[in-house]
């Protein structure tokens, strides 16, 4: 069981916004910073977004985080078919004393 | 080119052992803190070892403590990780990852730089 939680899948048609959440707790979200990854199948998962809602030169803008106390959210606007990948959420744990995933949420394009 | 190489994954019996590498090249290594990251097949991702850029702080998952050991030689641009007493569920292809950040406290690491990944797989 993940110290974060994704929902297992999220899904839109072309253009349409999808939203991902991530629910930590005080010891991990509330305290440190998000960062978020994708990943194709078969690949290495590039980050995404870091410190929250910082973008990685070459990531679109259309790719956007925030956070609000012990949750973090990812946000994809106009949805595109080379969205589709798993997206994972993570942090630091002060508690567990080390980085914890979420369980990773499926996008699927419709 | 800027990337990260890993090597010596393999087959390995339950209770054997297994030393990974990880080759960087165009960083600065020296500088950087660096990481392992896992994903069992078909499962995500899990952090496993983390190294700051001069060795001074040293972290591991409760899942590895005790059988894994992290280690670098910066002057070879070199990660590794020592698993002892591997098991069937450290099956995984095992990530060495850069932190992006630079920073001296672990909140604020990210990981930016990936390398291929290297597949251990233990099995009698």
């Known amino acids: 069981q993940s110290a974060l939680t994704q929902p297992p899948s999220a899904s839109g048609t072309p253009g349409q916004t999808v939203t991902i959440s991530c629910s930590g707790s005080?010891?991990?979200?509330?305290?440190?910073?998000v960062n978020w990854y994708q990943q194709l199948p078969g690949t290495a998962p590039p980050l995404l977004i870091y410190t929250n809602d910082q973008r990685p030169s070459g990531v679109p803008e259309r790719f956007s985080g925030s956070k609000s106390g012990a949750s973090a959210s990812l946000a994809i606007s106009g949805l595109q078919s080379e969205d589709e990948a798993d997206y994972y959420c993570?942090?630091?744990?002060?508690?567990?004393?080390?980085?914890?995933f979420g369980s990773g949420t499926k996008v699927t394009v419709l | 080119e800027v990337q990260l190489v890993e090597s010596g994954g393999g087959l390995v019996k339950p209770g054997g052992s297994l030393r990974l590498s990880c080759a960087a090249s165009?960083?600065?290594?020296?500088?950087?803190?660096m990481n392992w990251v896992r994903q069992a097949p078909g499962k995500g991702l899990e952090w496993v070892s983390s190294?700051?850029?001069?060795?001074?702080?040293?972290f591991y998952a409760d899942s590895v403590k005790g059988r894994f050991t992290i280690s670098r030689v910066n002057a070879k641009n070199s990660l590794f990780l020592q698993m002892n007493s591997l098991r069937a569920e450290d099956t995984a292809v095992y990530y060495c990852?850069?932190?992006?950040?630079?920073?001296?406290?672990?909140?604020?690491?990210?990981?930016?730089?990936w390398g291929r990944g290297t597949l251990v797989t233990v099995s009698s």
């Open positions: 165009g960083i600065t290594f020296g500088s950087n803190n």
């Open positions: 993570s942090a630091w744990d002060d508690s567990l004393s080390g980085y914890v």
């Open positions: 190294i700051s850029s001069s060795s001074s702080y040293i």
């Open positions: 990852v850069r932190d992006g950040s630079g920073s001296h406290y672990n909140r604020y690491w990210y990981f930016d730089l």
């Open positions: 005080t010891s991990n979200i509330e305290s440190n910073t």
